[in-house]
């Protein structure tokens, strides 16, 4: 039986002009999960993560914890969806909607509560594929091909365990499959992942089943506060 292990990238920059990089947070709670693999003996047949840095960097991270030089390779099928694309083509319309300025916005952007909110209402227009004016990017509907064309390519390797370093959304949208999620249960799922944790699926003759999800055993072992995050 062929076993995908999902793991979440560890906390990237949030906040800085460059996202898409590993916070020192991330990279311990990375470096963790490859410790705590290496002590219960895990072993998997493959380790590949996204071609995202913030996914690249947390495989790197998770090796050097478990002290292997496995091989890794890069699979573009399990990168995130663009969010900093889809804020700038709906966030507009989204602060016209609730008649913000500028000068209103500023401080829900900084409250996580009302971010998620903001960005909620971002992710339906781009689900519905709202007309924008910005240039193309990948629309929801490729997004949803592109992760499972990535799943079904494990799905089919023949391989027994495959560890794959992705993010919130791709995780979402597997669980969704394994599950029969509807789609506002899909959209909400991605806001409970937490940075570096672990989903197990396994493959069936009828499709993907959910043995596992959300898994921060390491990370609440260390015993160190502050390590259990969701951006």
Do not use: C
Request: hydrophobic share 40%; charged share 20%.
């Amino acid at each position: 039986m062929t076993r995908i292990y999902l793991v979440r990238h560890g906390q990237a920059s949030f906040g800085t002009g460059h996202y898409d990089r590993l916070s020192p947070l991330g990279e311990r709670q990375a470096v963790l999960l490859g410790q705590h693999l290496r002590r219960t003996g895990f072993r998997a047949d493959t380790w590949l993560s996204g071609s995202l840095d913030r996914q690249r960097s947390t495989l790197a991270a998770m090796l050097q914890g478990l002290e292997g030089a496995a091989p890794a390779e890069a699979h573009e099928g399990f990168n995130e969806y663009d969010h900093e694309a889809i804020l700038g083509a709906y966030l507009p319309r989204v602060m016209a909607d609730r008649g913000l300025t500028q000068e209103t916005l500023a401080p829900l952007l900084g409250d996580n509560r009302q971010f998620q909110s903001l960005f909620t209402q971002v992710m339906q227009h781009w689900v519905e594929g709202t007309a924008h004016e910005r240039p193309p990017f990948e629309t929801w509907h490729a997004f949803q091909a592109r992760v499972q064309a990535g799943l079904e390519r494990l799905a089919r390797s023949g391989q027994e365990r495959i560890v794959a370093v992705s993010s919130g959304g791709p995780i979402s949208l597997a669980v969704q499959v394994a599950l029969g999620l509807s789609l506002e249960k899909t959209l909400a799922l991605n806001w409970s992942i937490y940075n570096a944790s672990i989903t197990e699926l396994r493959v069936r003759r009828d499709g993907l089943a959910l043995a596992g999800f959300n898994n921060v055993t390491h990370l609440e072992l260390a015993g160190e506060p502050g390590l259990l995050t969701y951006r």
